[in-house]
C-alpha cells in the first residue's frame, strides 16, 4: 500500500479508477469497504504521545506542597521518628496515587471529548452518499469535498469545479492551490504542484470536487511526518493558574510559620529541639491542603463531560472558566435560534402568487394558485433544483437532507412539484460553476440543454434583482421595467415580514459555452421568481433568551438574513420589539469604530453582515467591557471565533475549520445548548469555590488547634500522621462531592462574575476563618475534656481526631450551598455526598478495629459517653455554618434596570 498509489498523480482519472477497481457512480460496497479496513486499518493519524505513568507519578510527587512533606519526613527519618516520617510517606504516595487515578479519569474524560468531535467526510457507498467518520474512510472511497471542510484522506481528484485546497500544512504555502482533476503529472513533481491531489487535513477555502482516496492514516502525506492537528487544548487555565499560586503561598506561608514556632519555641525553652521540630512538621501537616489540586482537575473533567451530554462538547478548558463570565451572546439565526428545517411556504412569479403545502423533508404537498397564473413555476423550480448541490435522501424511515438546509427546501419543493434532481441533472447536464460566496451572495451554475446552454443563478433577491434586466412575464421575456421591479422589491419586503427566508433565481442563455465562469456571467439575467422558506425558531429559545437575560447575559442575533425577516423572527422569539433598532452591514461600514461601540450597547439584532461584520461587533463589545460568546459555521467565521472569548462553532452544520478554531462545538446547533453550558460554567466555578472554601476552613481549623495549644502550653493534639490522614482521607471524599453538586437553584439569576473577581474575597477569607475558629474550638474542646476529665492524653487526643474528623464530615452538608439551609436543599439530594461521608466513616473502623492501626495512630478505645461527647461537639461547626446563611445575604437578582457592570 505505502509504495502501491505514491504515484496516483502520474495516472488518469480512468487509469486509478480501474486500478482500484471503483465503479463511479456506485462506489464500495460496505462490504468491500470493511474487508480493506481490516487489511489497511483506519484512517487516522498516531495520537500525540503522552505523559507515561511514571511522568504523571512524578508530577504528583512535584508539587510544591508534597515537596514540604516529603522533606519533613525525611528529616523526621534523621530524628529517629521512624514510624512518624513511614507514615508521613506512605500518606503521600497514597495521595499521590489518588491523584494520578484522577487525571487518568480527566485524561478518559478529554479524549471521549476530542472523539465526539471527531472529523466527519461524504463518501459514496452502496451507490449512496452518506455522511461517516473520516476513520471508516479506506482506499477506493469516493469523498466528496465542499468549501469549509478539511480533506480526510489523500484523494486522487475525478471532479473539480473551481476547487482551491490551502496545503500550508503540507507545503507552507498560504495562498490556496487551484485544483484541476483532468491533470496528470511526472512522478517526480513537487507535492504543490500536482493540481489533481487532495491531502489529508488540507483545507478547502473554496469550490467543491469528488475525490478517490488513494492513501489513508500514516500512508498520506501528512502521516509521513505524524503531524498532529486539531487536538485538544490543555493548557493550564487561569483558574488552575491561580490555585498554583495559592498553593505556593500557602506553601511559604507554612515555612514561615514553622520557623516562627521553632525558633520562638527554642529561643523561650519551651521545648526540647526535637520535640519543637516535630510540632513544626505537625504545621505543615496542617496546613498544606494536599488534595486540592487533584481534586479540581476531576471536578473539571467531570463537568466537561456533563456538558458534552447537553451537547456542549468543550474543545479547551479555558471555555469552562470563561462561560461563568459571558456576558453576550452573539447567536446566528439558522439552524441556532431556529429549527433549520427550512420548507418552502410561498413562490411569487411576476405572473402569480403560490402557497405551498407540507412540511419538512417529506416530499408530499401541493401548490396553491392564490393569484395570477401558474406560468414560470416549472421553470422557476428546475432553476431552483439544478442550482443547487443539495441531495433529498432516506436515513431509515425518515427523509433528511445532505447539504445546505435552504438548497435542500427547494429540492423538497421541486419534488412535490414530480421534478427530481437525477431526471433533470440527466436532461441538464452540469458544465461549470461559480459556487456561493457570501460577498457576491449568489451561486451559478452553467448547464448544457440540448443544443444550447443555460446559466441559472440563485441568491439574495435583491442581489438576482440587481444583476437582471429581463424577466418572464405571462410567459415571455420582456424588459424589467422599473415598476415591474418596484412590484417584486415589494413582495420581497413582504414576505421579510412574515419572517420568511427568501432566494431570487434568474437564468441567462448562450450559445457557446464560456471557458469559465466568472462575475460578469451574473449580469443582465433574466428574472424568474421567488421562493420563500420558513424556519421555524426552536421552541426553546424563547425560554433559553429569557433565562439568559435574567443572568445578566445579553443575547444577540447577528445574520446574514434581511432585516424585516431577522426582525420578524426576533419578535417570535422575544429578541426584540418593533421599534427596536436594527443594524445592517451596510450600516456598519459607514460607521466609525467609536460610534459602533457605542451603539453595540443599543442593538441586539445584526442583518446582512458577513464575516467581518462579525469580527468589528466582537471587537466593539469588547472594547466595552464584554465578555463575548459567539457563534459561526463557515470558513469565512474562523476569525471572529478566533477574536471572541468564546468561539462556538455549530456541530451539525458548522465546517471544519469553523470547529478547529472554536473553544466549544454545540452537537445540536441550539441557542438553548449555550445557555445550559453557561449555566453549567457558573455551577463548576461555584463548586470549585465551595471546595476550596471547605479544605482551607479545615486546614486552618487543624493550624489553629495546634497554635492555641502551644500558646496555652498544652500538649500537641493531633499528631502528623492523624493531620495527614485527615486531610487525605477524611476531607477529598466530600470535597470530590462537593464538585458534583448541582448548583444553587438561582444561580442563573445573578449577574455574571467579573473576569477580575479573586479567587476568594476578603469576605470569604474572613468567613474561612470564622468557619475554621468554630472547628477548632470543638476540637480543643473534646481534647481538653479527654485530657483533664478522663485523665488521658490518648483519650484527649483520640476526642480530638475523632470531633474534628465528624466536624469536617458534618461541615461538608453545609457547604453545599453559601446560602441556602440544608432543609431547603436537601439532605439527600446529593447522594454522592453521602456515599462520601459513609466511606470516610468506614475508613475510621480499621483504626480502632486493628491493634496495629491504632498503636501507629495512638488511638485509644472510647466509652459510650465519649462517643456522645464528641458527636455533639462535633455537631457545633454545622450549627453555626447554618446560622450565618440565615445573616448572610444572598447575591442581589439580576435586574435589567441595574445593567452589567462593565469591567
Known amino acids: 500500500m505505502a509504495n502501491r498509489y505514491l504515484l496516483a498523480h502520474t495516472l488518469t482519472k480512468e487509469q486509478i479508477l480501474s486500478k482500484l477497481s471503483i465503479n463511479q457512480t456506485t462506489g464500495l460496497t460496505e462490504k468491500e469497504a470493511l474487508n480493506r479496513q481490516s487489511q489497511y486499518g483506519p484512517n487516522e493519524l498516531p495520537k500525540a504521545k503522552g505523559r507515561t505513568l511514571f511522568q504523571k507519578l512524578i508530577d504528583q510527587l512535584s508539587d510544591f506542597l508534597i515537596l514540604i512533606l516529603v522533606a519533613a519526613a525525611f528529616i523526621s527519618c534523621l530524628m529517629g521518628e521512624y514510624i512518624d516520617a513511614l507514615l508521613i510517606i506512605s500518606i503521600v504516595v497514597i495521595n499521590a496515587i489518588f491523584g494520578l487515578i484522577q487525571e487518568n479519569k480527566a485524561d478518559k474524560a478529554l479524549e471521549a471529548l476530542k472523539d465526539m468531535s471527531a472529523p466527519k467526510a461524504t463518501a459514496l457507498r452502496d451507490g449512496k452518499r452518506q455522511e461517516l467518520d473520516a476513520r471508516r474512510l479506506v482506499p477506493g472511497d469516493i469523498v466528496y469535498l465542499e468549501a469549509g471542510g478539511n480533506v480526510p484522506a489523500d484523494l486522487r481528484l475525478i471532479e473539480t469545479t473551481n476547487l482551491e485546497i490551502q496545503e500550508a500544512t503540507l507545503t507552507g504555502e498560504s495562498v490556496p492551490s487551484g485544483k484541476d482533476a483532468d491533470k496528470a503529472y511526472k512522478s517526480d513533481t513537487a507535492l504543490g504542484d500536482r493540481k489533481n491531489m487532495a491531502y489529508m487535513n488540507t483545507i478547502i477555502t473554496y469550490g467543491r470536487g469528488t475525490g478517490l482516496v488513494v492513501s489513508t492514516g500514516m500512508q498520506t502525506e501528512i502521516g509521513k511526518i505524524a503531524h498532529a492537528i486539531g487536538s485538544l487544548d490543555t493548557s493550564p487555565t487561569p483558574l488552575q493558574i491561580k490555585l498554583n499560586d495559592l498553593s505556593k503561598k500557602i506553601g511559604i506561608a507554612v515555612l514561615l510559620i514553622c520557623g516562627i514556632v521553632f525558633l520562638t519555641g527554642f529561643l523561650k525553652h519551651l521545648d526540647s529541639p526535637i520535640h519543637l521540630f516535630l510540632t513544626a512538621i505537625s504545621l505543615a501537616v496542617a496546613a498544606i491542603p494536599e488534595g486540592l489540586p487533584a481534586i479540581v482537575t476531576i471536578i473539571l473533567a467531570l463537568g466537561m463531560t456533563k456538558m458534552s451530554k447537553q451537547n456542549a462538547v468543550i474543545r479547551r478548558l479555558l471555555a469552562v472558566e470563561t462561560l461563568g463570565t459571558t456576558t453576550v451572546i452573539c447567536s446566528d439565526k439558522t439552524g441556532t435560534l431556529t429549527e433549520n428545517q427550512m420548507t418552502v411556504v410561498k413562490v411569487v412569479l411576476p405572473s402569480g402568487k403560490f402557497n405551498v403545502h407540507g412540511t419538512g423533508y417529506d416530499p408530499i404537498g401541493r401548490f396553491k394558485l392564490i393569484s395570477g397564473k401558474k406560468t414560470g413555476l416549472s421553470e422557476t423550480l428546475t432553476a431552483g433544483l439544478l442550482c443547487s448541490d443539495a441531495i433529498l435522501t432516506k436515513k431509515g424511515n425518515r427523509n433528511t437532507i445532505i447539504g445546505d438546509p435552504t438548497e435542500g427546501a427547494i429540492v423538497v419543493a421541486a419534488a412535490k412539484y414530480n421534478l427530481l434532481k437525477k431526471d433533470l441533472e440527466s436532461l441538464y447536464p452540469r458544465l461549470l460553476e461559480l459556487p456561493f460566496e457570501s460577498s457576491r451572495k449568489k451561486m451559478s451554475t452553467l448547464h448544457k440543454y440540448k443544443s444550447q446552454y443555460k446559466l441559472f443563478t440563485k441568491g439574495a433577491p435583491d442581489e438576482i434583482l440587481k444583476k437582471s434586466t429581463n424577466v418572464v412575464l405571462d410567459g415571455k421575456i420582456v424588459a424589467l421595467t422599473p415598476l415591474l421591479r418596484k412590484n417584486i422589491t415589494k413582495e420581497i419586503e413582504g414576505m421579510s415580514d412574515q419572517a420568511l427566508r427568501i432566494l431570487g433565481f434568474a437564468y441567462k442563455d448562450y450559445t457557446k459555452l464560456p471557458r469559465k465562469l466568472t462575475e460578469a456571467d451574473e449580469t443582465a439575467l433574466t428574472f424568474l421568481g421567488l421562493v420563500g422558506m420558513i424556519d421555524p425558531p426552536r421552541q426553546e429559545t424563547k425560554d433559553a433568551i429569557s433565562r439568559a437575560r435574567l443572568a445578566g447575559i445579553t443575547p444577540k442575533m447577528v445574520t446574514g438574513d434581511y432585516s424585516r425577516t431577522a426582525l420578524a423572527v426576533g419578535k417570535l422569539i422575544g429578541l426584540t420589539t418593533q421599534n427596536d433598532q436594527i443594524l445592517t452591514g451596510e450600516d456598519i461600514d459607514k460607521l466609525s469604530d467609536d460610534k459602533l461601540t457605542e451603539l453595540v450597547e443599543k442593538v441586539d439584532i445584526y442583518a446582512r453582515v458577513s464575516p467581518e461584520h462579525k469580527v468589528k ?43 478547529q478554531t472554536s473553544d466549544m462545538v454545540l452537537v445540536d446547533d441550539n441557542f438553548a445548548s449555550i445557555v445550559k453550558a453557561i449555566r453549567e460554567g457558573r455551577i463548576i466555578y461555584s463548586n470549585i469555590k465551595k471546595v476550596i472554601f471547605f479544605l482551607l476552613s479545615c486546614n486552618l481549623a487543624e493550624v489553629l488547634v495546634i497554635i492555641i495549644s502551644m500558646l496555652f502550653g498544652l500538649p500537641i493534639p493531633l499528631n502528623p500522621v492523624h493531620l495527614l490522614w485527615i486531610n487525605l482521607v477524611t476531607d477529598a471524599l466530600p470535597a470530590i462531592a462537593l464538585g458534583t453538586e448541582r448548583g444553587e437553584q438561582n444561580i442563573m439569576q445573578h449577574k455574571p462574575r467579573n473576569t477580575q473577581e479573586p479567587l476568594l474575597s476578603k469576605s470569604t477569607w474572613i468567613m474561612v476563618l470564622f468557619h475554621a ?63 462520601a461521608v459513609i466511606a470516610s466513616v468506614l475508613l475510621i473502623v480499621p483504626l480502632f478495629a486493628f491493634p496495629a492501626l491504632s498503636a501507629a495512630f495512638a488511638l485509644a478505645s472510647l466509652t459510650n459517653v465519649q462517643w456522645c461527647i464528641v458527636f455533639l461537639l462535633s455537631v457545633i461547626p454545622l450549627i453555626f455554618g447554618e446560622l450565618t446563611k440565615l445573616t448572610t445575604p444572598a447575591p442581589k437578582k439580576f435586574s435589567k434596570k441595574a445593567p452589567v457592570k462593565i469591567n
Not at 627 to 645: E, F, Y
Not at 803 to 818: K, Y
Open 617 to 659: 461587533i466582537v471587537d466593539a463589545l469588547k472594547k466595552n467591557g464584554h465578555v463575548v460568546a459567539m457563534t459561526g459555521d463557515g470558513v469565512n467565521d474562523a476569525m471572529a471565533l478566533k477574536r471572541a472569548d468564546i468561539g462556538i462553532s455549530m456541530g451539525i452544520s458548522g465546517t471544519d475549520v469553523a470547529k
Open 773 to 835: 475558629s468554630i472547628l477548632a474550638f470543638a476540637t480543643l474542646f473534646a481534647f481538653l475534656i479527654g485530657l483533664s476529665t478522663f485523665n488521658s492524653l490518648a483519650i484527649g487526643r483520640t476526642m480530638a481526631f475523632l470531633t474534628i474528623i465528624c466536624g469536617e464530615l458534618f461541615r461538608a452538608f453545609s457547604c453545599r450551598s453559601e446560602y441556602t439551609i440544608i432543609l431547603k436543599t436537601g439532605l439527600f439530594s446529593n447522594r454522592l455526598m453521602i456515599y
